[in-house]
Nanobody, 116 residues
Framework: QVQLVESGGGLVQAGGSLRLSCAAS????????MGWYRQAPGKQRELVAT???????NYVDSVKGRFTISRDNAKNMVYLQMNSLKPEDTAVYYC??????????WGQGTQVTVSS
């Protein structure tokens, strides 16, 4: 069971980059599947990227080639490197953890705003 805190959001111009961080506390971080979701105004929360226990990753098509999810199990950290940002990437980004037993935890979210 972990608790999650995101950071690193902000305002950036189109084409710029941001790196989001998710700090996990509690036990069992390394066995969790970790993900980044985002929610834009008026839209449902969308799964952006996933990283599994063994390091495999998945991305939604709209960010593939631009975003990279990574994890550092020794530091209980998950990152989302976002490059070539577009205005449509504007959203609140949430860190997510799913334990093998099925328990899900969410961070509080961090705002990413991309201007034209």
């Amino acid at each position: 069971q972990v608790q999650l805190v995101e950071s690193g959001g902000g305002l950036v111009q189109a084409g710029g980059s941001l790196r989001l961080s998710c700090a996990a506390s509690g036990s069992g971080f390394s066995i969790n599947t970790m993900g980044w979701y985002r929610q834009a105004p008026g839209k449902q929360r969308e799964l952006v990227a996933t990283i599994f226990r063994g390091g495999s990753t998945n991305y939604v098509d709209s960010v593939k080639g631009r975003f990279t999810i990574s994890r550092d199990n020794a530091k209980n950290m998950v990152y989302l490197q976002m490059n070539s940002l577009k205005p449509e990437d504007t959203a609140v980004y949430y860190c997510n953890a799913v334990h093998p037993l099925g328990t899900t935890r969410w961070g509080q979210g961090t705002q990413v705003t991309v201007s034209s």
